[in-house]
């Protein structure tokens, strides 16, 4: 061993050269943008925590490669009253300390998330579970506080932790350190924990007693890699085998590089324009920046004449240089309550300029339009682009585009007037994202926690009311697909394109369908050869 | 002597002070981090629970009040993101700031000075002014366009040194360390090289300016005439004269390189507390820029002490002038 290591670095004192700590076939080493906050599943609700947890720990229901849900400790499920649903427990499944996965644990993990859950809340996804009943070791009763249709959508984010590992580690003072020590980072899932520290590698030992079989590598290892060229460097350097969120730009050198391959996904994100709808806003002017006497984003027709100067095949081709796919409503292709009815947006900025002069604005007006630079691939130069197309229909147009740490704390004191963020429909459904954005805000209802714009249709909180009521699926997708167009014609929200993820390996080194939630779980991941 | 130093331990208090409310208050005008951290998604009653739990709806004075008084018993509190107690996750990541910066700084120095002190001996030297020339690179080529030209030849290239990251580390005297090992060393050199780079051009800089001036003194001219060697003017008498300024610029490069390795660690992917702080920021983990901002603080508090201490030893008329 030494002697190898010696022999290794005379190897590089000689100027000969040895590919840095390459990776056998039984270790897969990826190097990922993003980590995980904390070893506990259930601190944090990032897209890139729960990535990392569902190595060690599995979820009660599991989300396929394109979000449609599937059995995972969970074998089946059915809605037995408004409020009760029954969900039936696989049977045989093992802890990685070999005790056997029960109702118990189910129990325990659902009533331990209030208790540890961090800022990034993971409340939001059993917050109508009321109680929790044990009908037998592989059977329980959730009750709810009302009829909630999506409890099967929420609960892949429900990850189950050994009521018995982890029972002394359940507060908010020991969680972090009795998982991080490993001493609780006891799951199902098809690795065990070896070693983790913040911003730092997560080490993973394949378990063999893994229910779905065994892994196809030994030994994991996720490299946390947030800056994009370096992340890129260690792949052509043999350090790391596999990479996530690859650039647009580093994508179309790659595209031309026989050493690589790389794999592209259609992403969960959206990228949403949002017009505030108040009588009087803050960041629109006259051409003179004086104030105006009444908000012209409340005109449909500014709206459309907004909507119809942005050139969505121009933003995908130039902007995100191929990485995107245009887009007319708020959630990607084929999502539950997806509407195909939705008419195609295409630019015609002419028509746009005498939409802006019926509505009493013939020379236009000026705005502030605010993004986010630093959330999500491409959004600074989007906002850019955006900002250039508003100003061909005489929208002078003040591109703002900032780090989320200041855009998202001032949006929710809305102090902007016309802003856009991503929105990742994660649970692969429709309340999701229009119960959020889409209802008017009614605390009580829970409903519109993400309309910052004050949009407000009654008829599509009708309907989206009627939905969250709705148990039977087809007529539940009818209800929030007419919701969906009614939304969209109003055009307070408009939407822009789909992101598209990107990930890169060395030529045949491996084989990977990607995921629509961007995750990169090793244990779908095959060798090449 | 004690006097001074027990002055200047009031003062730094002081200092810490101020710095608590500048920095609590400039934190908190960035923003609620609740904004950044609660999902999206998040329905009404669950984001004004998760405010209330983190104490983020009180009054900014009575936060203050509260901070002040966790840190009286030296709590800093838990991170946001990371659910571990503010000092644990500092103290965690700063062996390997530590070994990055010292391997910089030292490193800039032993090269730098005696580099610096040839060209200012030997001015009109062919070797000084190829130093002079590439000291200029040194200054005006930005660090993360060397850090990616550094990984771009060494790495991929030249497959010689690994693209990032830190090697394994051996507990010593009960911290981590990566600089025993060679394959440690072997991920510490880029890195260090791209850090000390800029260090490197200043020391020479420093040095020769300073070589050149007391060259003319009539220290030397004394010596010379004394029939002391020429090494032996380099070494005792021209070292220790211009030793004051390259002392101070020592100390202060070493607690900004402590605390703001931002970019070569974000580049090499090295584990340190800059990369923490940047990442702190971007997230608004408030008990993170909190605590760091002012252990900076106190870090050069303390430095400037040990430097004032160090010109005292270097110097005698300075610690006449302060007994007087």
Known sequence: MKFAKLLQVSAVALGLGVAAAGASAQTLTVGVRGGPESMDPHYSALGVHADAMKHVFDTLVWSGDDLQIEPGLAESWKPLDDTTWEFKLRKGVKFHDGSNFTAEDVKFSIERIPVVTGPTTLLIYVRRVKEVVIIDPHTVHLKTDGPA??????????????????????????????????????????????????????????????????????????????????????????????????????????????????????????????????????????????????????????????????????????VLEGLGTPNNQLMPKGFFGWSAKVPARSPDPRRGKALLAEAGYPNGFMMDLYCTSDRLPGDGAICQGLGQMFAQIGVKTNVNAISRSVYFPAQAKKEYSIFMNGWGTLTGEASYTLGSMAHSPNAELKLGAFNRIEYSNPKVDELLQAAGRELDAPKRKALYEQAMDLIMADRAYISIVTLQTVWASDKGKLKMTPRTDEDTLAFFITPGK | ???????????????????????????????????????????????????????????????????????????????????????????????????????????????????????????????????????????????????????????????????????????????????????????????????????????????????????????????????????????????????????????????????????????????????????????????????YLILVALLFVTINLLIDLAYAVLDPRVARSRAA
């Open chain 2, 1 to 291: 002597m004690s006097g001074y130093i027990i002055q200047r331990c009031l003062q730094a208090v002081v200092v810490m002070f101020a710095m608590s409310v500048i920095v609590f208050v400039g934190v908190y005008a960035i923003g609620n981090p609740m904004d950044v951290l609660i999902p999206l998604d998040a329905p009404q009653d669950v984001r004004a629970l998760i405010i209330a739990r983190f104490g983020l709806d009180l009054p900014l004075w009575k936060q203050y009040l509260v901070f002040l008084g966790n840190v009286a018993q030296g709590d800093f509190g838990r991170s946001f993101v990371y659910a571990i107690p503010v000092l644990d996750l500092i103290v965690s990541r700063l062996p390997a700031t530590l070994e990055l910066t010292l391997a910089a700084v030292i490193g800039a120095a032993a090269i730098g000075v005696p580099l610096g002190i040839w060209a200012g001996y030997r001015p009109d030297a062919l070797s000084s002014k190829t130093i002079m020339g590439v000291s200029i690179l040194g200054f005006s080529v930005p660090t993360f366009w060397v850090g990616l030209i550094l990984i771009l030849t060494f790495a991929v290239w030249l497959g010689w040194l690994p693209a990032g990251g830190r090697g394994p580390v051996d507990v010593v005297l009960g911290v981590e360390w990566s600089i025993f090992s060679l394959e440690g060393l072997s991920h510490l050199l880029l890195p260090a090289v791209n850090l000390a780079l800029f260090k490197l051009a200043m020391m020479i800089r420093l040095a020769r300016a300073g070589t050149r001036e007391v060259m003319l003194t009539d220290t030397i001219k004394f010596a010379r005439a004394a029939g002391l060697s020429e090494g032996t003017i380099v070494r005792h008498h021209v070292l220790k004269l211009i030793a004051v300024p390259i002392v101070t610029v020592f100390g202060l490069e070493l607690g900004s390189t402590l605390a703001f390795a931002v970019v070569t660690e974000t580049i090499f992917s090295w584990p340190g507390v800059g990369k923490l702080i940047i990442d702190s920021i971007t997230s608004l983990d408030r008990p993170v820029m909190v605590a």
């Open chain 1, 149 to 318: 249709a999506t409890l099967p959508n929420d609960f892949v984010r429900l990850f189950i932790v050994s009521h018995k590992a982890a029972a002394d580690f359940s507060t908010k003072e020991t969680a972090a350190g009795g998982f991080n020590s490993g001493k609780a980072a006891i799951g199902t899932g098809p690795y065990k924990f070896v070693s983790w520290e913040p911003k730092g590698d997560l080490v993973l030992e394949r378990f063999d007693g893994y229910w779905r079989g065994k892994g196809p590598w030994a030994k994991v290892v996720r490299k946390e890699m947030p800056n994009d060229s370096s992340r890129l460097a260690a792949l052509k350097a043999g350090q790391v085998d596999l990479i996530n969120y690859v650039s647009s730009a580093d994508w179309q050198a790659l595209k031309r590089d026989p050493k690589t391959d790389t794999f592209l996904a259609d992403s969960v994100y959206v990228m949403n324009l949002q017009l505030d709808q108040r009588e009087s806003t803050p960041k629109v002017y006259d051409l003179d920046g004086k104030p105006l006497a009444k908000n012209p984003l409340r005109d449909p027709k500014v709206r459309e004449a907004l909507d119809l100067a942005i050139d969505r095949p121009t933003m995908v081709e130039v």
